[in-house]
């Protein structure tokens, strides 16, 4: 989820131009045959970086939610919007958990075109998406990636590249963008989410969306169920307005709250237009 459009989104070689459907070529150390969630996301937003095993794996999934690409671009739209948000209140660090591929108006993009100074440390556990951030770190001396995995949240936070690009004495903000239903154990997530706010000095905030799709058959989980098996991930759940809103007990919850994410704080033009019951949450907490 982080590209600027002065780089070549991708790196030189990436692609095959000689394929017939100008295929990404795997990175050393990437299984082009088994679906990345990361790779499945950027075929949702219509983006090239996905093999056919992701975008196979996508197309079933999208079987089960036919409106999942919407879903996927509110959620892009709530990110520009709360780093923006973010950026008016004088936040000027950001740790994005979770950043996956590159795609247009990125963190880094929304946060320095109003501030400059800001600085920016994306984290994703997929090889390629790593592949992307080395293009970013070349030309932008305030963005930092790093390999993490938000399942050992506190290696994460105290990883040296993290400290050593942000000021946990100041005001951090803390990105978990459409990544904790991939934490299918309550009791986990609400560890994840406890691990990496500890740090978090008083001004600092939390910023999460999530998916909450309803009901689905039995016959319908167990295929979504059957998909995700291939990643690696360790599953994938829907939680509830409540089960979402506890992720931010003990913050001040900026208005309006947790809600469908295209109510969060829209443009006057913004409009979404959604058919089903499939949707995302999304909230922001501020550490007093």
Do not use: C
Not at 163 to 180: K, N, W
Not at 187 to 199: C, D, H, M, N, Q
Not at 204 to 214: C, T, W
Request: proline share 7%; glycine share 8%; charged share 25%.
């Amino acid at each position: 989820m982080f590209a600027s459009p002065a780089i070549k989104a991708v790196p030189s070689g990436m692609y095959d131009e000689g394929s017939a459907v100008n295929e990404i070529k795997a990175p050393a150390g990437v299984d082009p045959l088994k679906p990345s969630v990361a790779r499945m996301y950027d075929y949702y937003l219509g983006g090239k970086d996905n093999f056919a095993a992701d975008r196979e794996a996508a197309e079933k999934i999208i079987e089960i939610l036919p409106n999942l690409p919407d879903i996927a671009r509110e959620n892009r739209d709530f990110l520009i919007r709360a780093v923006t948000y973010l950026s008016r209140q004088g936040v000027r660090q950001f740790l994005d958990v979770g950043a996956g591929l590159p795609t247009q108006r990125n963190v880094h993009q929304v946060a320095q075109e109003l501030a400059p100074e800001s600085r920016i440390v994306y984290v994703d556990n997929d090889p390629i998406v790593l592949v992307h951030a080395r293009a970013i770190l070349a030309e932008n001396d305030r963005v930092r990636a790093i390999e993490a995995d938000m399942r050992e949240p506190e290696a994460l936070v105290d990883h040296p590249e993290v400290r050593e690009h942000l000021d946990f004495s100041r005001p951090v903000a803390v990105l978990l963008l459409g990544v904790l239903h991939f934490i299918p154990d309550d009791e986990e997530a609400g560890k994840i989410v406890a691990a990496l706010r500890t740090p978090l000095a008083a001004g600092s905030y939390l910023v999460v969306s999530h998916g909450s799709i309803g009901e689905l058959s039995e016959g319908q989980e167990e295929e979504g169920r059957k998909v995700f098996s291939q990643t690696s991930v360790p599953g994938t759940t829907s939680r509830s307005l409540d089960q979402v809103r506890a992720f931010f007990d003990g913050l001040d919850l900026v208005e309006p709250g947790v809600v469908p994410l295209h109510e969060w704080r829209p443009d006057a033009d913004y409009a979404v237009v959604r058919e089903g019951k499939a949707g995302a949450l999304g909230g922001m907490g501020r550490i007093s």
